[in-house]
């Protein structure tokens, strides 16, 4: 079951508390205060790791709790320090203080961690509060309480090239062609139901990711449909593909399918329809006259939009479009690195 967003309680442990107590040794007249401090208690860890793939644990334990930090005692003993609770998420989380809508952390790199509830701090011991007027102090403090909040959790993939289309576009049929991924395929529409990320390889040593989401249908930035629901994994995205059937067979006018589409994606968020994309026509296989295919061509060429007419299941048009995609993919790294 893919999971993409959770809501979990954390509560970070309370400090332990600092003691109160005096040095009691034969033959030493005068033992002074030796109350040690109390220790930290645990802090709440959220870490990425690249071996989940889904938030579908943490909607099974909602709930973490830290441990509290040991009590002082005599002989300037400190107590025990909590250990922390780490909670390994996706790569690609971002984590946000459920009530207050704030981000507190993204989650874009493997290995890296945040802390979302910080654990309480330990109290002084009486030993700290001696002084040249006060050498008998009974004054000690007790363990600072550990922090405790909702956080909302969700996953974004992190994928170079975002796959949009219409249901059966053939968008999953399309991942299965150029890479290794193995997404259902099948003749009715919805057959994606998750996301699917593939790895498309070219020019010998070079690669690059692809996120496929389930399918848009007009009226889904109003929550019509599957696709509004994970359009969110491709806000990482650096390129988009619009994929439009041209068969003979399709329902759809390609360049209203195409125009949809976009009206779509900036309802949901405009940032999306200013990202670079191409369009690609899919199923040439089977475009009967081609007058479909005819019409979208043309509607590019006027507007200046890189088109390309594919088919995944003869491989017609393929080897054109991915090495494109990946010189698009390379330049525009670059350019990020450039600019960090």
Same mark, same amino acid.
């Given at each position: ?12 442990? +309370?400090?332990?508390?600092? +003691? ?31 071996? *989940? ?64 509830? *910080? ?96 399918? *848009? ?47 779509? *994606? ?75």
């Amino acid at each position: 079951m893919f999971v993409d967003q959770v809501r979990i309680f954390v509560k970070a442990g +309370a400090g332990g508390d600092g +003691a109160c107590s005096f040095r009691r040794e034969k033959y030493v007249p005068r033992g002074g205060p030796d109350g040690g401090d109390g220790g930290h208690g645990g802090n709440i860890i959220v870490a990425a790791s690249r071996q *989940l793939t889904t938030l579908l644990d943490l909607r099974y334990q909602q709930h973490y709790t830290a441990k509290s930090g040991g009590r002082g005692e005599g002989s300037n003993r400190h107590g025990k320090t909590a250990p922390d609770v780490v909670i390994k998420v996706p790569v690609g989380t971002i984590v946000y203080d459920d009530e207050t809508g704030q981000q507190l952390t993204d989650l874009t790199q493997d290995g890296q961690s945040h802390v979302v509830a *910080l654990g309480g701090r330990g109290g002084r011991g009486n030993s700290h509060f001696a002084t040249s007027t006060n050498r008998v102090p009974t004054h000690f403090e007790h363990g600072t309480p550990g922090e405790e909040r909702w956080l909302r959790l969700e996953l974004k993939l992190l994928a170079d090239v975002g796959l949009v289309g219409f249901p059966n576009a053939g968008k999953s049929t399309f991942v299965a062609a150029v890479s290794a991924a193995r997404p259902k395929i099948a003749d009715y529409p919805f057959t994606t139901l998750t996301p699917n990320l593939g790895v498309v390889s070219w020019d010998d040593d070079r690669s690059f990711v692809i996120a496929d989401i389930p399918g *848009l249908i007009e009226g889904a930035h109003e929550g019509k449909g599957l696709g509004f629901q994970f359009l969110r994994h491709i806000e990482r995205t650096l390129f988009l593909l619009h994929l439009i059937d041209i068969s003979e067979w399709a329902g759809e006018d390609p360049i209203m399918s195409f125009e949809v589409m976009r009206k779509e *994606l900036e309802a949901y968020n405009a940032a999306l329809v200013r990202k670079p994309f191409a369009v690609v026509g899919t199923k040439v296989d089977i475009k009967g006259d081609g007058t479909r295919l005819a019409a979208l061509r043309a509607y590019c060429r006027g507007r200046q939009i890189r088109f390309f007419p594919v088919s995944a299941v003869t491989r017609e048009g393929l080897t054109g479009l991915i090495q494109f995609v990946g010189k698009q993919i390379d330049t525009m790294r670059m350019r990020c690195e450039t600019s960090s």
